[in-house]
């Protein structure tokens, strides 16, 4: 196989990983985890979404975790917004990078954002424009490209035509979410292959959650076929509670115990970053990281 030298990893655990906690974790608690989280060497936070609160009251301090976390040099914060609304709020506390979200799935992206897929091109492109217009970064998302729970299978080729549709808006770089954790290595051999046919690698990254746990395995095949972004979250948790069955992403510390042992660099301290989930499990129900169960001798 063929692999890189080196790796970004993008945290998304504040945002991916606590909007599907059943209790919210308090803000204080947040901040002080963003700011272990800044100290890894890790250059990209996810540190919430701008979304309606009262469709995840888990974010609904949003304002509050952005204006008061400490910010490193170096590293992006980044924050999910849905539309303009979202937007505004999300400037008014300087979000460095704003991500757009829409799925491959009508069903889905009915269920999670309220509207047809194409009646959310116009509400993104709005929000691209106008986060541009204010020289932010602006990111992709992409979800149930792997299968929906409400639709199954989902056509390549509208995953396609998403992502074209997404980088004519002028997005920066797409995330490419197995929102469910259904996929496998072949499948992403197929996913993948099919979207560098049209997309350049440095502006794709691969959001597996693993909910079955083939994560690990499908970003070796990805790293094969010349991805080398990965989003993943400290803990293993995570999901999309519009998503019926998504469970927790890839543990940011068990995807640096494979990548560093493979002798692939990311710039991040792993023991900083266990340090981060030993303080984080305090406060949440769901850690699912094989590491975590090392350190705590439960395995
Ligand atoms: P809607 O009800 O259709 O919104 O919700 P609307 O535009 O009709 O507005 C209704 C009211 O909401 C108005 O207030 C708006 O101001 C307010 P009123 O005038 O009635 O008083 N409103 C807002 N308030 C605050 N912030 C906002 C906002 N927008 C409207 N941004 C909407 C549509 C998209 C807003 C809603 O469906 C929503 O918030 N959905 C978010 C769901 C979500 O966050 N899902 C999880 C993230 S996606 C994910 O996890 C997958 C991912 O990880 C990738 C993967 O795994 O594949 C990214
Ligand atoms: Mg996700």
Redesign the pocket.
């Known amino acids: 196989m063929n692999f890189p030298n080196e790796i970004t990893i993008k945290e998304?655990g504040p945002r991916?990983g606590l909007?599907n906690e059943i209790q919210m974790v308090p803000t204080d608690a947040k901040i002080k985890w963003i700011n272990l989280l800044s100290e890894t060497g890790i250059t990209y936070i996810e540190v919430s979404?701008?979304?309606?609160?009262d469709?995840?009251p888990q974010l609904k301090d949003a304002r509050e975790v952005a204006k008061r976390i400490k910010r490193k040099a170096g590293v992006i914060y980044a924050a999910?917004v849905?539309?303009l609304?979202?937007l505004e709020?999300a400037l008014e506390v300087d979000i460095d990078e704003i991500c757009l979200?829409i799925s491959a799935s009508e069903t889905h992206n009915r269920k999670?954002?309220?509207?047809s897929i194409a009646h959310t091109y116009p509400i993104l492109e709005a929000v691209a424009n106008e986060a541009k217009a204010n020289k932010k970064l602006v990111r992709g998302?992409v979800?149930?490209v792997f299968g929906c729970p409400y639709e199954g299978e989902i056509e390549l080729e509208k995953v396609v035509t998403i992502c074209d549709k997404l980088f004519s808006m002028g997005v920066d770089e797409l995330?490419i979410?197995?929102?469910i954790g259904i996929s496998d290595p072949v499948q992403v051999e197929k996913v993948v292959s099919k979207l560098l046919h049209y997309f350049p690698a440095d502006k794709m990254t691969m959001?597996f959650?693993n909910t079955r746990g083939a994560a690990l395995a499908n970003v070796l095949m990805a790293m094969n076929l010349g991805i080398k972004n990965f989003d993943s979250a400290v803990g293993g948790i995570g999901g999309?509670?519009?998503a019926k069955g998504a469970s927790g992403n890839l543990a940011t510390e068990d995807l640096l115990y494979m990548i560093h042992r493979m002798g692939i660099k990311t710039g991040i301290d792993e023991q900083k970053v266990m340090k981060a989930a030993l303080f984080i499990e305090n406060h949440v129900n769901n850690l699912a990281s094989h590491q975590m169960r090392i350190v705590k001798g439960k395995h």
């Open positions: 998304v991916d909007q979404s701008f979304v309606r609160p469709w995840i999910l849905p539309n609304k979202g709020r979200f999670n954002i309220n509207r998302y979800s149930t995330s979410g197995d929102t959001h959650h999309c509670p519009y």
